[in-house]
């Protein structure tokens, strides 16, 4: 208060004393020009808003324009923003790693995100470098129900977790003791979302709980939830991991446990790298000589085989790790590439348009600049101006696009399958946007800023008649550049389409359609049989099989077998070794090449094998060959399995269609993760609560679950689906924005040349040619945009589809497709504007 | 050849109606050279324009060569227009963005014309109206007198019947303007009609006959029989 009264009779005496004393010294002078600045600044505003007010139809394209780019923009930064910052939140994140594998054996290679139980405690022990590891047993959905009751609920996310969870990962618990809290055997703790649903947040302390019907577990800790931007997003139960028994065991070559270290301050990753690598000298082959006598490092080397340890960063894990089986869905740094390339091209294509807009309207503004310059305005003076009207446009667009933004982010979040929102609390945000907006407004006002000064006074006053201000080449230019990237992006959403298309409709080897896969059977123990062969008495259902082990995502579960003749490295071959049923095969429909399917009419088929392609090529032998060779798997405790190949199945695809289709074995054996059921064509819904009203009489209050084994397939390509909606909606808007600015820009061209139509009109031409000759000027701007962007989507598109191995060809269809897309809309944006300049009278545009 | 009836035209602009012309009865003989006069605002460019069929009468009746015109659609009025009209403004109105001989072959253009009878016609005209060695030239290039006489040259390229001047000379000295008026008498006298607006004593000299407009009726009507005598 009392600075102000001064500042405030400071000013009065300095005002009035302005006069006699001119500037008193340095610092006054300097308020004096502050103060001037001010006044021109509010001065340049306001003429700003005039000249806005006064070309309404442009103003508003250009807010539009901007608007919609700011607001794409805004989003896409949001997004990357939260993929950029994934498990940023832990203490100490920045020493954690996780360690991985690579490994070729038997014939199959597999990127493992998981290493075995033992390395752990051998890591913390034999490196001083390695300050703290845990380890997680990733377990999935299971079934959850208090000790006292007999109805279960599904609970996702439960993982057997080491002790020093939360000393890893600087995590408190909100109730219970993090020094014992899982320290015991069946033991474990619950987030705050699992422990209300099961008892409330106190009372859940002390209390037990039954996992799958089996095993008793005393609730003795509670956590909060997880962070959704983290690697254990949707984790819900830990289980101590004492009571885990694969954990105990030296069994260095089964890859099931995703350990994490944490180095001491200091230690650098790069160190690590070759004293892990030693393990496998130290560890892992003493442990396979164990099995394979004799085995040495350089035979496993010689026979093809190999076992690499890494590791990565745990910030990096959501983008850059690309495992066979992660600890939750990660996305990837490509993803994040091509979204910031929209955005960027979104922002930039609003931005164009703005410059195009500008420098159009430099017609009508060429008079004030030479009227201005007559009368003394220096082209500074004018830059600033001009800079001024980009950012009071600037700033409008900012505040549309965040009403578009508010209005757009829930579709966003669908479309991105995130759950951003906008920061509106955050002073950096308001920061950031303002520095953005500054940064845009001075970016695209600059050159129509630099071009409209620089009008020379006497040619553009000079008559009525200086109908071009030039500039017509680098606005040609900018549309070419626009519909480029517009035409690009129609390429790529179709490619991203057709791709997506031809994966739905390949022939997986096996059938997907009208399967419908019922959940956690296992929970019926004995009565799954009985299930199975009520549910195959069903009118509706064609037949029923009992697995754990599905062609789309569900358990694997990989083994080393050997050919009949020595277990040595040459011999071995490793497969997956799926336990099925005899209907398996007709209840998914895949093909028998050779042999026969199991039987049970032979009482020898549980000794039988079928075995896919890919097994085959293993074998080294020919399809028929195959049949009655002998396999054989040891176990540890020296005794052995012996299996004879009945049958080969034609190759069906079980991954992705990103992963070549890898060996695969079959054996009769009881597996009843899920039920597979077979559905005639029809009402769904029936054949669905048919099988409920079994399911509940069989087991009554175990929760039913199913899902359609369509939809089930359908998750492997979430990325990809979300990549095309993705493309779309911002193609979508890229057009948007680059016909909004054609469609000023041929406003702009049909006032520009009313003279010159009338002429034409007065000369003998029809509104047809008027038409035509206003329209082609700008479809061969298209026609450049075509013709440079094809080559650019052609070579990035076939990129992308590399990372399939079962992919289209993009055929020479798809770009006459797209380009007829953006000649059409071109076109119909240019059209309106022609036709309507073309009809006007010319006694009208030629009145003098 | 021109033979105007009871003719009224009336512009409506937000909620005024302005009757230009006025119940106008005008002959113009095969030949002739007529010159309009009147007050600004009288209305002599709209009657000018209807005689042009760059605009239509309100009501009234306009027969050109024996067939009435006034109430032709515009594409059977550009039809009508090619060829037989040529037109010359007061600020010249040729093409910025063309060359003198590109601005003059135009019409040719629009008449659907070969390239080699296009050149050998606008280098014939350009030729005759001394203007040729600008053929390369934009109109920016030229003098005020320069560009009218290229515009007179894309008026009679086509051989028109009738030429109809808006205020040719307005925008040019006496020495130029006397050299434009020279131009439309020669054309004149190789027997195209001329009607031409004029608001110069010395200009309307040129013609037969003087037409004179006030609020949109035609006042009076003089023989020039001073200057057709002269010729
Ligand atoms: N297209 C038009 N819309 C409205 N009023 C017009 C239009 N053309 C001419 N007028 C009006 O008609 C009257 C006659 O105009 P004009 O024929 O151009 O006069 P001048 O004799 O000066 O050539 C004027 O009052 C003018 O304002
Ligand atoms: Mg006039």
Redesign the interface.
């Given at each position: 208060m009392e600075t102000l009264q001064v500042y405030k009779k400071k000013e009065f005496m300095h005002q009035s004393m302005l006069n006699l004393f001119q500037y008193q010294n340095q610092s006054e002078l300097n308020r004096f020009q502050c103060q001037k600045t001010l006044i021109m600044f509010k001065n340049h505003i306001k003429i700003a808003w005039r000249s806005l007010k006064r070309q309404p139809f442009f103003a508003f394209l250009n807010t539009f324009g901007l608007a919609i780019g700011m607001a794409g923009g805004l989003l896409i930064s949001l997004y990357i923003y939260d993929e950029m910052n994934f498990d940023t939140m832990f203490k100490d994140a920045d020493r954690i790693y996780r360690i991985n594998a690579d490994i070729k054996f038997g014939g199959t290679e597999s990127k493992s995100a998981q290493v075995s139980a033992p390395m752990a405690a051998a890591m913390e022990s034999d490196f001083s470098q390695v300050e703290l590891t845990t380890r997680f047993r990733n377990l999935g959905g299971m079934l959850l129900r208090k000790s006292n009751t007999e109805a279960n609920i599904k609970e996702e996310g439960a993982t057997f977790v080491d002790a020093t969870f939360f000393e890893m990962f600087g995590l408190d618990l909100l109730v219970g003791d993090m020094q014992t809290a899982l320290k015991e055997p069946n033991t474990l703790v619950l987030t705050r979302t699992a422990a209300l649903k099961h008892f409330g947040l106190k009372k859940a302390i002390g209390q037990s709980l039954v996992l799958n019907n089996t095993d008793t577990y005393t609730v003795t800790g509670v956590i909060e939830d997880m962070p959704e931007r983290s690697f254990l997003r949707n984790h819900n139960v830990f289980m101590a991991m004492a009571g885990n028994e694969d954990a105990q065991k030296q069994e260095w070559t089964s890859h099931n446990f995703f350990t994490f270290i944490k180095l001491i301050p200091g230690a650098d990753i790069a160190d690590f790298q070759t004293p892990l690598q030693s393990m496998l000298g130290t560890y892992i082959m003493p442990y396979v000589q164990t099995f394979l006598p004799g085995a040495t490092e350089e035979q496993l080397e010689a026979s093809g085989n190999y076992l690499y340890y890494g590791t990565i960063a745990l910030k990096d894990i959501h983008l850059y790790s690309a495992k066979d089986h992660e600890l939750s869905p990660n996305s990837s740094i490509q993803n994040v590439y091509i979204l910031s390339f929209i955005g960027l091209f979104l922002i930039l294509l609003a931005s164009v348009n703005f410059m195009n807009l500008s420098t159009a309207q430099s017609l009508k503004r060429a008079k004030e600049v030479g009227i201005r310059k007559t009368l003394g305005s220096d082209k500074p003076a004018l830059i600033r101006q001009f800079l001024t009207e980009s950012g009071l446009i600037s700033f409008i667009s900012l505040l549309f696009s965040l009403g578009i933004a508010v209005v757009a982010i829930p579709y966003f979040n669908a479309l991105s399958g995130k759950s951003i929102s906008i920061p509106f609390t955050e002073p950096v945000f308001w920061m950031a946007l303002f520095i953005g907006a500054t940064v845009l407004a001075l970016f695209s006002g600059m050159y129509p800023a630099f071009f409209m000064s620089r009008f020379a006074p006497v040619k553009v006053l000079k008559g009525a008649g200086a109908t071009s201000t030039g500039g017509g080449n680098i606005r040609s230019l900018l549309v070419v550049f626009q519909f480029a990237i517009s035409v690009f992006l129609i390429v790529s959403t179709l490619v991203v389409f057709m791709q997506l298309k031809f994966i739905q409709s390949k022939d997986l080897g096996f059938t997907k359609d009208q399967v419908l896969i019922v959940d956690d059977v296992y929970t019926l123990g004995e009565k799954a049989t009985a299930f199975k062969e009520q549910v195959e008495q069903l009118g509706q259902v064609q037949s029923a099989t009992l697995s754990s082990f599905l062609p789309t995502p569900s358990v694997r579960s990989n083994t080393s077998f050997f050919k009949e003749g020595g277990a040595t490295a040459e011999n071995s071959i490793n497969m997956q070794i799926w336990n099925v049923d005899d209907n398996y095969i007709p209840t998914l429909n895949m093909e028998i090449l050779e042999g026969r399917n199991f039987d049970r009419q032979f009482g020898t088929d549980s000794t039988a094998m079928l075995i896919n392609e890919s097994a085959v090529a293993i074998l080294g032998v020919q399809a028929k060959e195959a049949l009655g060779m002998r396999i054989i798997r040891n176990f540890e405790n020296g005794s052995s399995n012996n299996f004879t190949i009945i049958g080969v199945i034609k190759n069906f695809n079980y991954e992705s269609l990103r992963e070549n289709i890898g060996a695969v074995s079959m054996t009769l054996g009881r597996s009843t993760g899920s039920l597979a059921v077979k559905l005639e064509a029809g009402n769904f819904s029936n054949s669905i609560s048919s099988i409920e009203g079994i399911w509940n009489k069989v087991a009554p209050g175990q929760p039913f679950s199913y899902r359609f084994m369509e939809d089930s397939f359908n998750t492997t390509y979430e990325a990809e689906q979300q990549l095309g909606r993705i493309f779309v909606t911002f193609t979508i808007l890229s057009i948007l924005i680059a016909c909004l600015g054609l469609f000023g820009l041929a406003a702009f061209n049909a006032q520009k040349r009313t003279k010159e139509i009338g002429i034409r009109k007065v000369l003998g031409a029809s509104i047809g040619q008027i038409t035509y000759r206003l329209t082609t000027d700008f479809l061969k701007m298209v026609g450049v945009a075509i013709i440079v962007s094809l080559p650019v989507g052609w070579y990035l598109m076939n990129k992308w589809l590399e990372d399939f191995t079962y992919r289209i060809e993009i055929s020479w269809w798809v770009f006459a497709f797209a380009a007829l897309i953006a000649l059409t809309i071109a076109v119909l944006t240019v059209s309106y504007q022609s036709i309507k300049a073309a009809i006007v009278n010319p006694v009208k545009s030629l009145r003098t | 050849m021109i033979q105007i009836q009871n003719l009224n035209k009336s512009f409506r602009t937000e909620e005024v109606e302005t009757l230009a012309l006025n119940n106008v009865n005008l002959k113009v003989q095969e030949g002739e050279f007529v010159a309009i006069m009147g007050p600004s605002g009288c209305g002599k460019?709209t009657l000018l324009?209807i005689i042009?069929m760059?605009?239509n009468p309100t009501s009234g009746s306009y027969q050109f060569a024996g067939h009435e015109v006034g109430h032709l659609k515009?594409?059977q009025r550009?039809q009508l227009?090619?060829?037989n009209l040529g037109?010359v403004?007061?600020?010249f109105?040729?093409?910025?963005?063309l060359t003198v001989f590109e601005n003059v072959e135009?019409?040719l253009i629009?008449?659907k014309m070969n390239k080699n009878e296009r050149k050998q016609k606008v280098m014939a005209v350009l030729e005759r109206m001394k203007i040729a060695h600008r053929e390369k030239h934009f109109p920016q290039q030229l003098s005020g007198g320069q560009q009218q006489r290229v515009a007179i040259s894309?008026a009679v390229v086509t051989n028109p019947k009738l030429i109809l001047a808006d205020e040719p000379t307005g925008n040019l000295d006496s020495k130029n303007g006397i050299e434009v008026m020279n131009l439309l008498t020669e054309l004149n006298q190789e027997g195209t009609t001329i009607v031409m607006v004029t608001h110069s004593d010395r200009d309307s000299h040129y013609a037969h006959r003087i037409v004179n407009l006030f609020d949109g009726q035609i006042a009076t009507e003089s023989h020039n029989r001073a200057m057709g005598a002269l010729m």
């Open positions: - | 460019s324009n042009g760059l605009d515009e594409n550009t227009r090619k060829g037109f403004f007061q600020s109105n040729l093409i910025d963005e135009l019409p629009y008449l894309r």
